[in-house]
Structures are given as structure tokens and as C-alpha cells.
């Protein structure tokens, strides 16, 4: 895809529309409004189920293998380790060329006078919970694609990924408004119903509606993800992390207690650097007036809210071990899955 004019068609297909900052609430961040006409469905507007369909031709060449090193951005480059499946003790044999000397029995190798070691087995079957953001905060995007789009697509990957290797895949899908819980099953069909409910999610989000933003349902859902990821599972927060706090410092804490917990951050660039677009109507609810993005001290504290809320998703996963691999709209999800956990040296950025 020409990135350069798609970015074109973007800008020349959607208006802008900025949130009012109230002095005492989060920030709000530039959203993009869709125009009533079909250019609404412009690829990145909204995600697309056939695109996400065909990611499964794409979850080749990277896996969520125990003891694989994560590293992130976030986390400062310091390299974090999944638990993996549980192992099973299988038996103790005479040691052959080629075994772990880690598995190394000491002392039936002491009584016996011969090497021996332990066999353990892996797990078959490990459940993977991916727990994805739809919220309206996840409604913007400057470059590719919304967040909400780049999650749906981080979903794709995962869930076809599970799949792939025989294990159960379910879902926990939330907006501002409702949670929708999708059991884990080893199927297609299942896969499908995740991808149909996520694209059902998306396709509801729009800046001139009703949808009242709520950061709390953050919490809500990880709750739920309490209750139905008791033991070996592995779960997967795909989020922008809008509205975490101490609660949600507990929750992952508990979550990552008897399970593995990968925190997949969803960002845009533009969130770091907001440009000067001059000036602008912001609304909220009813309200509107008219705000100057030039001023300096307006665009300070827009990027100062995101990188309070970066720090806030780095020293909360940093403290338990939790990899963090941020995702950004700027750029392919199957390259970023790759760059991040694919079967070579990893490059970051910055």
C-alpha cells in the first residue's frame, strides 16, 4: 500500500474533531469523525473482517514460546520472560548426548554412579484470553489506522496465532458501555465469533454519537478476566491503558499470580507531538468552542498526558515482569509482531 497516499485520502476524507479538556478530568484526545457517506469505511476508519480473515495467511515466524525474551520500549529495554505451559514429570532415564544437563538428575546419577535425567513433558493444552480495548479513547489514529483498527488487527493476529498451535482461544471485548465474554474453544467457528464481535465493537464508534467515555471499564474488565482466567492461562490486554490506576496495578497483579500476562500497548504517534493545526472547534457533549492548537502550553500538556499514561503502563508491568510490547497505528502489525517476537535479533526504534 502507497502509505503516502493513503495518509493523502485520509486528510482529505475526515475532519477533525478535539474533545474539551477539563482541568480536573483526563485529557481527551484529537479524534477522527467520519463523514456520513461511504468514504466512512475508508481503510484504517474501521477495521475490516476479510483483512482480518487473511491474517490468518500471516501468524508465521514469531510465537509466544516460555523463556523467549520480550523486549520493549516501554519496559527500557530490560528483557522480561514468559512462564510458558506447565511441564509434567514423565520419568527418569540414563542421560543421552544432547539432554539438558539442567534436567539432570544429581542424585539417582550419585546412587547409580551412571548420569541420569529427568524427562518432563510439555502441557498440551494452554488457554490464551485476549482481553481487547474498543473504548472511544481508542478512536483516534493520525497515520495507517485508528487504534481501535491496529487492536482489532493485534486480536486477528493473536487469535489465529492460538489457533494455529491447537490451543483455545477466547475473548474478552469491551467499550465504554458493556463487556461481551467469549469462552476459550479450540475452533475456527470460535476465532470467527471473536473477529465478528470485535468488527461489532468497531463498527460502533463514532465522536458524534452518544457514547459517554468511561476509563473504569479498564478495571471492570480485567475483574472479569479474574474470574474467568483462574490457572495457565495466557492473557493478552490489548489497550491504549486510558483510565489505569491502582486498581488496575491490583487486578494485573492477580492476574499475573497463576497465569502469563503480556501487555500489548496501542498508541499513536501523534499522541507523543501534537502539530499545530491552528485554531480549532473542540467540543464536549453539547459544549463547543474554539481552541488554538498553536499555543504551545496546550500542546505541552496534550503530550504530557500521554506520557504520563505511558509511565503509568511501564512502572505497572515493570514491577511484576509483565512484557510490554507496544504497538503503534503507524505501521503493519505482522511487521511489529515480528520486530518484537519473531525468530530474530530485535531493532528498536528510539
Same mark, same amino acid.
Given at each position: 500500500?502507497?502509505?503516502?497516499?493513503?495518509?493523502?485520502?485520509?486528510?482529505?476524507?475526515?475532519?477533525?474533531?478535539?474533545?474539551?479538556?477539563?482541568?480536573?478530568?483526563?485529557?481527551?484526545?484529537?479524534?477522527?469523525?467520519?463523514?456520513?457517506? /461511504?468514504?466512512?469505511?475508508?481503510?484504517?476508519?474501521?477495521?475490516?473482517?476479510?483483512?482480518?480473515?487473511?491474517?490468518? @495467511? /500471516?501468524?508465521?515466524?514469531?510465537? *509466544?514460546?516460555?523463556?523467549?525474551?520480550?523486549?520493549?520500549?516501554?519496559?527500557?529495554?530490560?528483557?522480561?520472560?514468559?512462564? $510458558?505451559?506447565?511441564?509434567?514429570?514423565?520419568?527418569?532415564?540414563?542421560?543421552?548426548?544432547?539432554?539438558?544437563?539442567?534436567?539432570?538428575?544429581?542424585?539417582?546419577?550419585?546412587?547409580?554412579?551412571?548420569?541420569?535425567?529427568?524427562?518432563?513433558?510439555?502441557?498440551?493444552?494452554?488457554?490464551?484470553?485476549?482481553?481487547?480495548?474498543?473504548?472511544?479513547?481508542?478512536?483516534?489514529?493520525?497515520?495507517?489506522?485508528?487504534?481501535?483498527?491496529?487492536?482489532?488487527?493485534?486480536?486477528?493476529?493473536?487469535?489465529?496465532?492460538?489457533?494455529?498451535?491447537?490451543?483455545?482461544?477466547?475473548?474478552?471485548?469491551?467499550?465504554?458501555?458493556?463487556?461481551?465474554?467469549?469462552?476459550?474453544?479450540?475452533?475456527?467457528?470460535?476465532?470467527?465469533?471473536?473477529?465478528?464481535?470485535?468488527?461489532? @465493537?468497531?463498527?460502533?464508534?463514532?465522536?458524534?454519537?452518544?457514547?459517554?467515555?468511561?476509563?473504569?471499564?479498564?478495571?471492570?474488565?480485567?475483574?472479569?478476566?479474574?474470574?474467568?482466567?483462574?490457572?495457565?492461562?495466557?492473557?493478552?490486554?490489548?489497550?491504549? *491503558?486510558?483510565?489505569?490506576?491502582?486498581?488496575?496495578?491490583?487486578?494485573?497483579?492477580?492476574?499475573?499470580?497463576?497465569?502469563?500476562?503480556?501487555?500489548?500497548?496501542?498508541?499513536?504517534?501523534?499522541?507523543?507531538?501534537?502539530?499545530?493545526?491552528?485554531?480549532?472547534?473542540?467540543?464536549?457533549?453539547?459544549?463547543?468552542?474554539?481552541?488554538?492548537?498553536?499555543?504551545?502550553?496546550?500542546?505541552?500538556?496534550?503530550?504530557?498526558? *500521554?506520557?504520563?499514561?505511558?509511565?503509568?503502563?511501564?512502572?505497572?508491568?515493570?514491577?511484576? $515482569?509483565?512484557?510490554?510490547?507496544?504497538?503503534?497505528?503507524?505501521?503493519?502489525?505482522?511487521?511489529? *509482531?515480528?520486530?518484537?517476537?519473531?525468530?530474530?535479533?530485535?531493532?528498536?526504534? $528510539?
Amino acid at each position: 500500500m502507497d502509505s503516502g497516499r493513503h495518509e493523502k485520502g485520509l486528510e482529505e476524507d475526515i475532519s477533525i474533531s478535539i474533545i474539551e479538556i477539563d482541568q480536573n478530568q483526563p485529557m481527551q484526545y484529537p479524534r477522527v469523525k467520519p463523514r456520513e457517506s /461511504k468514504e466512512s469505511m475508508a481503510p484504517g476508519v474501521y477495521a475490516d473482517l476479510d483483512e482480518l480473515i487473511r491474517f490468518q @495467511f /500471516k501468524v508465521h515466524g514469531f510465537s *509466544f514460546l516460555p523463556r523467549q525474551p520480550v523486549q520493549s520500549l516501554l519496559a527500557g529495554r530490560r528483557a522480561s520472560r514468559l512462564r $510458558g505451559r506447565g511441564l509434567d514429570f514423565e520419568e527418569i532415564r540414563r542421560y543421552l548426548p544432547g539432554d539438558d544437563i539442567r534436567a539432570m538428575d544429581w542424585r539417582v546419577t550419585a546412587r547409580t554412579r551412571k548420569p541420569h535425567t529427568r524427562v518432563y513433558t510439555e502441557e498440551k493444552d494452554r488457554p490464551v484470553l485476549l482481553v481487547v480495548d474498543q473504548r472511544l479513547s481508542m478512536f483516534f489514529g493520525s497515520q495507517i489506522a485508528m487504534k481501535s483498527v491496529t487492536a482489532a488487527e493485534v486480536t486477528a493476529m493473536g487469535a489465529w496465532r492460538t489457533l494455529s498451535v491447537g490451543d483455545r482461544v477466547g475473548a474478552l471485548i469491551f467499550n465504554d458501555s458493556k463487556i461481551r465474554e467469549i469462552l476459550p474453544h479450540r475452533s475456527r467457528q470460535r476465532v470467527m465469533e471473536i473477529l465478528e464481535t470485535v468488527l461489532e @465493537f468497531n463498527r460502533a464508534l463514532r465522536v458524534d454519537g452518544d457514547i459517554q467515555p468511561d476509563p473504569t471499564m479498564l478495571n471492570q474488565v480485567l475483574g472479569k478476566a479474574l474470574h474467568l482466567a483462574k490457572h495457565d492461562y495466557l492473557v493478552g490486554i490489548i489497550s491504549d *491503558f486510558s483510565g489505569a490506576d491502582e486498581e488496575t496495578e491490583r487486578a494485573v497483579t492477580r492476574l499475573a499470580v497463576h497465569n502469563d500476562v503480556i501487555a500489548l500497548f496501542i498508541y499513536d504517534p501523534l499522541e507523543s507531538h501534537l502539530p499545530s493545526f491552528g485554531k480549532v472547534i473542540v467540543s464536549q457533549g453539547d459544549l463547543q468552542l474554539e481552541v488554538d492548537t498553536g499555543d504551545e502550553r496546550f500542546r505541552r500538556r496534550f503530550s504530557e498526558q *500521554f506520557e504520563n499514561r505511558l509511565k503509568t503502563a511501564r512502572d505497572l508491568m515493570l514491577k511484576r $515482569g509483565i512484557p510490554v510490547l507496544p504497538i503503534h497505528t503507524a505501521g503493519g502489525v505482522r511487521e511489529q *509482531f515480528m520486530e518484537l517476537l519473531g525468530h530474530r535479533p530485535i531493532h528498536l526504534r $528510539g
